[in-house]
């Protein structure tokens, strides 16, 4: 599955291209919740905000932890394992779930299983990200 690059204004650079991915995350109900997240091959998690109260978890049934992000500031986060759906893929993931709303973090598409179940290319040229699953547990 390909997803398209995103033109976004960069108050520094003008308009730039960020490489973005639709997710879906399944509710508590078995319902999927679509969302919109960048393709970070530098995020070492997939990292979500304002989504779980949308799916219905309890953010501190998960495990508590900080994470320290490019521009040095720190996010609280609880992680939990959730099913996710990429293109058609449906696949069980750890991630982690911002504590506070207003964080600054966007949504992230991390490493952490993802990168070891997919293929993962950025192509320049065609201005877009294809995953290409290689297993399906990690």
């Known amino acids: 599955k390909c ?21 879906a995350i399944k509710d508590t109900n078995g319902n999927w919740k679509y969302i919109s997240t960048y393709v970070d091959s530098g995020a070492d998690i997939s990292v979500f905000k304002e989504v779980l109260e949308l ?15 490019a521009g040095g500031g720190e996010v ?15 696949l069980t993931v750890n991630v982690a779930f911002c504590k506070k709303h207003e964080s600054k973090t966007p949504n992230l598409l991390g490493r952490l299983d993802l990168f070891e179940m997919f293929e993962i290319h950025f192509r320049n040229l065609d201005k877009e990200t294809c995953f290409i699953l290689t297993k399906t547990d990690t």
């Not at 995103?6 to 639709?22: D, H, K, T």
């Not at 609280?76 to 449906?90: A, F, M, Q, R, S």
């Open 3 to 23: 997803f398209d690059w995103n033109i976004e204004e960069s108050e520094q650079l003008g308009a730039v291209l960020r490489p973005v991915a639709e997710i």
């Open 55 to 69: 799916l219905g978890f309890d953010i501190e049934t998960g495990e508590y932890a900080k994470f320290g992000g």
């Open 76 to 90: 609280e986060v609880y992680l939990h394992k959730v099913t996710l759906k990429l293109g058609g893929d449906v």
